[in-house]
């Protein structure tokens, strides 16, 4: 585990902007599986200039690792539309290299992206419940590759504001790539600002693993760097 | 997770042995961790006139990953008296390239292994009762790393075979690389032949991870194979 | 440059198909050039019951690296049909893994190994004359990728050997991969046996760089290992 | 071989800083040499900031590749004094983890580099003559590894201006590593700018492998990243 404490949320979206620029820039496909939310908005910001129209990236193919679909209706995803608006479109990705996951083809994606030789990283926010990807407390188990989520009805206000407010829309289901896919990936990055995450920062990566904090699992990879703005960093111990 | 299942134990220690040596043919120092017990008695075997007098292993270095102490005694644990026994004095290795872990530096082994660039490949058997290493059920939990584990009524008499029969030299506690320790390996290869490892290897491989069968918790290493004779396969799923 | 010295033909035969095992056992498509001719005939023979009806190598694709086609005729060219005779058939490899390297697609050859991935690996032999490949003295140039070689008189000689002693058949070209697209291959094994290769072998690795040793510009990988019977080891300088 | 074409010196420079980055980020030492001179000094620019103070970068070990030391004093090198100017100091790199290359230890250099588990990746800029470190035409040969290249009398002047135009300070000799020695780096990053530099761009890399022009040789590394600006690049064929 390495841990990269950044002095602002501005150079933590720097920061963890060029670990992914240090794997796309390999000369060899690379398979990246990215997050949307809050957390990312500055680093695809950043990176958006820096990736659209060059042809030396050609080699990077994108996935995305969990969704909420919008039911009764064709259209894409809440995790797709979001990454599209903030990353995808600007930056001008071709469709060929968007691998889309999503209530069709969820149970067929380890498979894919095993096929495809595997993602070479991951890229995770935390939740301040310590979820990462749609593994939050008391949904999936750590050894669920890539699932679908029945709906709870805790779960239902959250999923409402994740659809727009539409009540017909809330999918009866949403899809994730569970613990055991997540860490079937050859590097995990993860990041996180704001005072708010402090908490579960602390006791995800310094705590017991523990179903009751799904992120807490990732302590066991071999290869996870973890990207702070101070405030996320500020009740870690010192080392 | 890459399985093969070969024919009988005597493949089974053949191929066991090819994973090592590719690894041990790199042109860096590599760093090892490996098992003692009964599983890998024909692996070293065939190991021994492959490596004994080889100059071109001189950047192979050795770790064991647990360790049973004699009580009262300057004497060697049982770990490593095994593995001297087994490979390290027939194979002539020196002592700057074995790495003992034992009662009295159990505290600073993961630092240790830090320092000296992490493990590139640990080999791990498999127990029975689902153990790995050190980690018998309801001993270690999933994000210890190197730690001390304190005898139990329960473990007594298993201990005091290990020691000899001599129940003065029973330890008041073992040592053993953690589950988190272990996870940090670059890669994993575990190993079993016989059918009574059959139902313990489908459990722990194909079945849910809890800590009721502490090497489930393997499942989720990135770089994990796992080697079998058929008999110890004969449980598994088509695949 | 790693040089791994072995007591005789059988444990270098040994050690060099140890060194493919090491590659073919990781857990991802691996891509293997590898050389016919007498040099590897007893590594094939060790190999042929390791890989026979294995399907944890069905990860294992080969390529040829050089090929003298018969003129005239629709057979398969010598290189492939010797390693058809000593190891693909033999080990049942499916046509599917089987890329050949013809006199049709030799122009593309480098282009279609780019989209392969790349080799992780070429197991080469050495001539008495310095040659790698196809690439004889005053044939190639190091900057050449796979190219076609016209047959000048003075080799017609070795060619009508090669196509069976029947002048019709000899091509008036052969195509090999050249030093440059050798050199592209993440890691180089070169091996060699017999006191006749003793005095080429040193200079290839211990002398100079010169086109008049086409097999010296291999000193230039960043990760090549040489692996050699004594006999062949016998004129190298202590080390 | 990865070409990247950039717009400007500026976003040359980012790019190849990034590339940097990508390797210092990882969680293992790393071994990096890297180039003084006019090209860089963007790029050390923009480094500064990210690097100065920072913990998570204590892994990353410096090396520079050549030297020209003052005759007759005690001083640091030309080289080493450039890289202190530019970038070690203001970025506030402690002496332990800056390796000095120069006219006392270069016969050594590639046995310590060795010892400290060789260069992970080395950056290098490109002359207008071909030259590359202190490999200009006709002083060093192919499998030359580290060397000393005695002054000849066309060397002087420019030597006479690199120790700031007094006489009696111009070295009988400098040092560099050869073309040998630069090979056995894992990987390579060259970067050029400015129109001056198109020509030999295109001959160094889509032309003849030639002693003439000697950075045509590292169109043979397996693992080469050319990042040029659109001046730089101005002369090469449409790929």
Redesign the interface.
Known sequence: ?????TDSYEEMS??AG??L???M?Q???VNMSITAGNTPMRMYEQLVP?VKGKP?FDNVHYYNFDEIPFKGTNELGVTISNLAKSFFRPAEIPEERIHVLDENNYETHDARLKAD??LDVILLGIGADGHFCGNLPNTT???DETVAVPTTPEMREVLLGEVGGDATKVPDFYVTMG??AV????NIIMFANGKHKAEIVKQAFF???TNAIPS??L?????I?VILDKDAASLLPEF
């Open positions: 585990m390495k841990f990269i404490i720097t920061v060029q670990h620029l240090g794997y820039y000369n060899k496909r820096q030396y030789g595997g188990q750590v050894h613990p055991k860490m079937q990936a050859r705590g017991e693993i807490s699992i302590q066991l990879h071999p290869s760097t």
